[in-house]
């Protein structure tokens, strides 16, 4: 309705869906974790411009890339990652934010690291979802 009212060449709608899905699962205290091997829904928009942005980054093999965007919440994860950067104006907003979300990933998941260390599963999507929001946070500072 928005992009009706105000047109925009940086038009966003397509994603929604799968921010909502991400927003909802969170806010509703989903167990993420255990999604990732039974995800929360069925529901994947693999976006092509999101997965070219990606491509882009080094670190991830086509392959892999294209395995772990196959996971509802990894993927989820990603385009509310790419709405975000292209949405956002404000350089402080985006720094303060990516800021937190690199502090979770580097400080507070590995903190009990021993809790999921042997989990192979978790490992793997930890250091693909790592790469994204290093790639992400270094990009916006």
């Given at each position: 309705?928005?992009?009706?009212?105000?047109?925009?060449?940086?038009?966003?709608?397509?994603?929604?869906?799968?921010?909502?899905?991400?927003?909802?699962?969170?806010?509703?205290?989903?167990?993420?974790?255990?999604?990732?091997?039974?995800?929360?829904?069925?529901?994947?928009?693999?976006?092509?411009?999101?997965?070219?942005?990606?491509?882009?980054?080094?670190?991830?093999?086509?392959?892999?890339?294209?395995?772990?965007?196959?996971?509802?919440?990894?993927?989820?994860?990603?385009?509310?990652l790419y709405v975000f950067n292209?949405?956002?104006?404000s350089e402080e907003i985006k720094?303060?934010?990516?800021?937190?979300?690199?502090?979770?990933?580097?400080?507070?998941?590995?903190?009990?690291?021993?809790?999921?260390?042997?989990?192979?599963?978790?490992?793997?999507?930890?250091?693909?979802?790592?790469?994204?929001?290093?790639?992400?946070?270094n990009n916006c500072i």
């Amino acid at each position: 309705m928005y992009y009706n009212k105000y047109p925009s060449e940086n038009n966003m709608s397509r994603y929604l869906w799968a921010v909502k899905f991400l927003r909802n699962a969170a806010a509703h205290n989903s167990c993420l974790i255990n999604s990732l091997k039974n995800p929360y829904n069925t529901h994947i928009n693999l976006c092509k411009d999101i997965n070219t942005y990606i491509s882009k980054i080094d670190g991830i093999s086509s392959d892999i890339r294209k395995r772990r965007m196959a996971n509802p919440i990894i993927n989820d994860f990603v385009v509310t990652l790419y709405v975000f950067n292209n949405v956002v104006t404000s350089e402080e907003i985006k720094k303060r934010a990516m800021s937190e979300l690199k502090d979770l990933i580097d400080i507070r998941f590995t903190r009990d690291k021993n809790y999921f260390g042997k989990n192979q599963l978790i490992v793997s999507y930890y250091k693909f979802v790592k790469i994204i929001v290093d790639y992400f946070y270094n990009n916006c500072i």
